[in-house]
């Protein structure tokens, strides 16, 4: 069965320093993967998704960046975070038009 | 452009009544609608979902969803919501994106359950 990793489970970064998030997912190949961000109070915001290897589209132009480097990874990086970079963050994979997600990272900006 | 609404930020129910959380979308076709639910601190799971045919779907948890094409509403029911069903909720529309299944989320409900 696809299970999806999400590491760090939570991250407390100053304002100014780099990101990197990181997603994986098991027992799939060549999945559609996406980035979402769900800010305190609010719903899910669509910021990156991936149709294969080193295919990105952006969403919203924000202080992010995505990349997939290999087929079941998909990263989220910045390289200098903002107070407004804070939220949870979501990543997902489809199959048959359903979206699965992971656990989500807690990032908090500080 | 696409859009979905769910009216009710937050509602409370006691345990074993019924339930019905409100869904609106605008789109120029029949969207494929999806119901999430996400417990604190958890990632989204996926109750149920609509493409086509029967419009009274069956998800998992008890849930189901009627859409009414004439209302463009795709509503969450329960019969006996119980205190395990306490999250938040997320109605969601394909938004049909070539290569991609771009989901627009809704803002949200939040159900609170009282014994």
């Known amino acids: 069965s696809q299970t999806i990793h999400q590491w760090p489970a939570t991250l407390v970064q100053p304002v100014g320093s780099p990101l990197s998030l990181e997603c994986t997912v098991e027992?799939?190949?060549?999945?559609?993967l996406y980035w979402y961000r769900q800010a305190a109070g609010r719903g899910l915001q669509l910021l990156f998704y991936?149709?294969?290897?080193?295919?990105i589209s952006s969403e919203v132009p924000q202080n992010l960046s995505a990349s997939r480097p290999q087929d079941r990874q998909f990263i989220l990086s910045s390289k200098k975070l903002l107070l407004s970079d804070s939220g949870f963050y979501l990543c997902?994979?489809?199959?048959?038009?359903?979206?699965?997600f992971g656990p989500g990272t807690r990032l908090t900006v500080t | 452009a696409q859009s979905v609404t769910q009216p009710d930020i937050h509602i409370t129910v006691s345990e074993g009544a019924s339930l019905e959380l409100r869904c609106n979308y605008s789109?120029?076709?029949?969207?494929?609608l999806f119901w999430y639910v996400q417990s604190p601190g958890q990632g989204l799971q996926l109750l149920l979902k609509y493409f086509s045919g029967d419009t009274l779907v069956q998800g998992i948890k008890g849930f189901e969803a009627e859409f009414k094409r004439s209302q463009s509403s795709f509503n969450l029911r329960k019969p006996s919501v119980h205190w395990s069903d306490a999250a938040e909720y997320f109605c969601a529309v394909d938004k049909f994106q070539t290569g991609a299944n771009n989901l627009f989320f809704g803002t949200g409900t939040r159900l609170t359950v009282i014994p």
């Open positions: 997902a994979w489809t199959e048959n038009y359903e979206q699965y």
């Open positions: 789109y120029g076709a029949t969207p494929y």
């Open positions: 991936s149709v294969g290897i080193g295919q």
């Open positions: 027992g799939t190949s060549n999945p559609n």
